[in-house]
């Protein structure tokens, strides 16, 4: 078995250029805020110009007041793609024998730095490439070349929206397979802005509790998370940047600013997860009295924890009073916004950020296959690879088309279908809320609370305004923590 080769040519240096925006978009997100003044920005600017980084390649590097003003006025005008680095004119090419010696040297011992593999080589062979060369070398043959920055949260957000936090709970095993909670805290006000049970605890289940977050309550201006596999996924790194959203990891073992989420996560375990009774098949009939009859609601399937789920926090969490604001989350979200609007983005917008690409060849006849569907591209592109950037929740949507150095290509045109959904979304879209069924016997308190929710909703979008007047559980002792 050999080794498959880095992928290379225009499609990877369009993948190399994403990652140096993203570097970009973090480094430079607080000091572009549209709502600074000249005089706030100022600042800002010269301490980051002050302070040395840790550059997209790993290694210590510092940038000037005029390069950061550029980059802000770059995102300003062109948002995310304005912070892409420039296509560099061709030039004279490097052998690959000497390419290749340095990527051995770098592999043997990779604390190794490009300087250093520079003076071996020039040492050796009287002359190397350049460092930003043998870096850019590195990179696409995803050698690592340094330790990513570790960022640090806040410990109280000072409005609705300036902070999301977001993490992942352990459940109940339902039909022998473990479950999974992912969800996102607003910092100010504590309002759950995502929930969702998973029978995964992958990037596609955290994309799939995010989307309709964003869609619901706008798109907050940070979000600040751990260091778990769905959140380090390059995915998410990818739908903040294009909604700009400042995406901030905690450091191991030092998980400042996320004890909100924790006590909430103790919340749910207290008075929600003990209320659950999971059963292997759905409930018929059960006496009660006779022993029988299993204690709390019973549950035999993730959409049914889902639906149970999102009644409770709407009903009951959102309305009880937490002892440390000292009103409820509903309420202290609302109040956030009495002389401010959620910053909205449009649908499509969102859409699109939540996007996947892959790659493809088109064949001699004008056509790709994706998921074994078959579309027809632009039959001038036969025998080049392109790239598709696709919904995977949805294969039959429109299937945008990039050809070779980032140049749009117009739309995929789907020709015969056979999967709707990509496998990997498949399991997802399955633990959607579709409802509670079982009927069980008792003192069934989140179904007493299911119930009460159904009665509120008016089938019209939840109207948090509204709700906030409506009957709920609250309390003044013991709230949500």
Same mark, same amino acid.
């Not at 600074?36 to 040395?52: I, K, S």
């Not at 977001?166 to 459940?171: A, K």
């Not at 600040?224 to 790194?237: I, T």
């Not at 609007?341 to 892959?358: H, L, M, N, T, Y």
């Given at each position: 078995m050999t080794d498959a080769k880095p992928q290379r040519g225009p499609l990877a240096r369009k993948d190399r250029a994403e990652k140096t925006a993203l570097f970009r978009y973090q480094l430079i997100r607080g000091a572009?805020?549209?709502?600074?003044?000249?005089?706030?920005?100022?600042?800002?600017?010269?301490?980051?110009?002050?302070?040395?980084?840790?550059?997209?390649?790993?290694?210590?590097?510092?940038?000037?007041?005029?390069?950061?003003?550029?980059?802000?006025?770059?995102?300003?005008?062109?948002?995310?793609?304005?912070?892409?680095?420039?296509?560099?004119?061709?030039?004279?090419?490097?052998?690959?024998?000497?390419?290749?010696?340095?990527?051995?040297?770098?592999? #043997?011992?990779?604390?190794?730095? @490009?300087?250093?593999?520079?003076?071996?080589?020039? #040492?050796?062979?009287?002359?190397?490439?350049? #460092?930003?060369?043998?870096?850019?070398?590195?990179?696409?043959?995803?050698?690592?070349?340094?330790?990513?920055?570790?960022?640090?949260?806040?410990?109280?957000?000072?409005?609705?929206? #300036?902070?999301?936090?977001?993490d992942g709970l352990h459940g109940p095993r339902i039909g022998g397979r473990k479950t999974y909670l992912f969800a996102f805290l607003d910092d100010h006000s504590r309002l759950?802005?995502?929930?969702?049970?998973?029978? @995964?605890?992958?990037?596609?289940?955290?994309?799939? @509790?995010?989307?309709?977050?964003?869609? /619901?309550?706008?798109?907050?201006?940070?979000?600040?998370?751990?260091?778990?596999?769905?959140?380090?996924?390059?995915?998410?790194a990818r739908i903040c940047a294009r909604l700009g959203m400042k995406l901030i990891h905690s450091r191991p073992y030092r998980p400042q600013g996320r004890g909100k989420i924790e006590r909430f996560f103790?919340?749910? /375990?207290?008075?929600?997860?003990?209320?659950?009774?999971?059963?292997?098949?759905?409930v018929q009939t059960i006496v009660p009295g006779t022993g029988e009859d299993p204690a709390g609601t019973a549950v035999t399937s993730i959409q049914e924890l889902n639906a149970l789920f999102t009644s409770w926090v709407q009903m009951v969490y959102h309305r009880t009073?937490?002892?440390?604001?000292?009103?409820?989350?509903?309420?202290?979200w609302d109040a956030g916004w009495e002389k401010r609007r959620p910053d909205r983005k449009d649908p499509d917008v969102i859409a699109e950020a939540f996007r996947w690409s892959v790659t493809r060849k088109v064949t001699k006849t004008g056509t790709v296959s994706l998921q074994g569907n078959t579309y027809q591209v632009d039959p001038a592109l036969a025998g080049a690879r392109i790239e598709l950037i696709y919904d995977p929740f949805d294969l039959t949507a429109p299937v945008a088309v990039t050809a070779a150095g980032?140049?749009? @290509?117009?739309?995929?045109?789907?020709?015969?279908?056979?999967?709707?959904?990509?496998?990997?979304?498949?399991?997802?879209?399955?633990d959607a809320d579709t409802g509670a069924k079982n009927a069980a016997s008792g003192i069934d308190y989140l179904r007493l609370v299911e119930t009460r929710h159904k009665?509120?909703?008016?089938?019209?979008p939840i109207s948090f305004e509204k709700m906030a007047a409506g009957a709920g559980a609250t309390g003044t002792t013991g709230g949500p923590r």
């Amino acid at each position: 078995m050999t080794d498959a080769k880095p992928q290379r040519g225009p499609l990877a240096r369009k993948d190399r250029a994403e990652k140096t925006a993203l570097f970009r978009y973090q480094l430079i997100r607080g000091a572009a805020d549209k709502t600074l003044t000249g005089r706030q920005r100022g600042p800002m600017v010269r301490a980051l110009a002050a302070a040395e980084h840790t550059g997209p390649d790993g290694q210590p590097v510092r940038y000037s007041r005029e390069t950061l003003d550029r980059w802000i006025s770059a995102w300003h005008r062109d948002g995310f793609d304005g912070l892409k680095p420039r296509e560099r004119a061709a030039g004279p090419a490097t052998p690959e024998t000497v390419l290749s010696l340095a990527a051995t040297l770098k592999l #043997e011992r990779p604390q190794r730095t @490009a300087a250093q593999v520079r003076r071996i080589m020039t #040492e050796t062979l009287g002359d190397a490439p350049s #460092e930003s060369t043998l870096l850019r070398h590195f990179r696409t043959l995803e050698i690592p070349t340094g330790t990513a920055a570790a960022a640090t949260g806040r410990f109280e957000a000072g409005r609705p929206n #300036e902070i999301w936090v977001g993490d992942g709970l352990h459940g109940p095993r339902i039909g022998g397979r473990k479950t999974y909670l992912f969800a996102f805290l607003d910092d100010h006000s504590r309002l759950v802005t995502a929930a969702r049970w998973a029978f @995964a605890e992958d990037a596609v289940r955290l994309s799939a @509790a995010l989307r309709p977050a964003l869609q /619901t309550h706008g798109i907050p201006d940070a979000v600040y998370v751990d260091n778990g596999s769905a959140f380090v996924d390059s995915s998410l790194a990818r739908i903040c940047a294009r909604l700009g959203m400042k995406l901030i990891h905690s450091r191991p073992y030092r998980p400042q600013g996320r004890g909100k989420i924790e006590r909430f996560f103790n919340t749910v /375990t207290s008075q929600f997860l003990s209320e659950v009774t999971v059963l292997d098949a759905p409930v018929q009939t059960i006496v009660p009295g006779t022993g029988e009859d299993p204690a709390g609601t019973a549950v035999t399937s993730i959409q049914e924890l889902n639906a149970l789920f999102t009644s409770w926090v709407q009903m009951v969490y959102h309305r009880t009073v937490h002892s440390t604001t000292s009103m409820t989350p509903l309420a202290r979200w609302d109040a956030g916004w009495e002389k401010r609007r959620p910053d909205r983005k449009d649908p499509d917008v969102i859409a699109e950020a939540f996007r996947w690409s892959v790659t493809r060849k088109v064949t001699k006849t004008g056509t790709v296959s994706l998921q074994g569907n078959t579309y027809q591209v632009d039959p001038a592109l036969a025998g080049a690879r392109i790239e598709l950037i696709y919904d995977p929740f949805d294969l039959t949507a429109p299937v945008a088309v990039t050809a070779a150095g980032g140049v749009p @290509a117009g739309k995929a045109v789907l020709l015969q279908i056979r999967r709707h959904v990509h496998p990997k979304a498949v399991n997802a879209a399955k633990d959607a809320d579709t409802g509670a069924k079982n009927a069980a016997s008792g003192i069934d308190y989140l179904r007493l609370v299911e119930t009460r929710h159904k009665t509120a909703m008016t089938g019209a979008p939840i109207s948090f305004e509204k709700m906030a007047a409506g009957a709920g559980a609250t309390g003044t002792t013991g709230g949500p923590r």
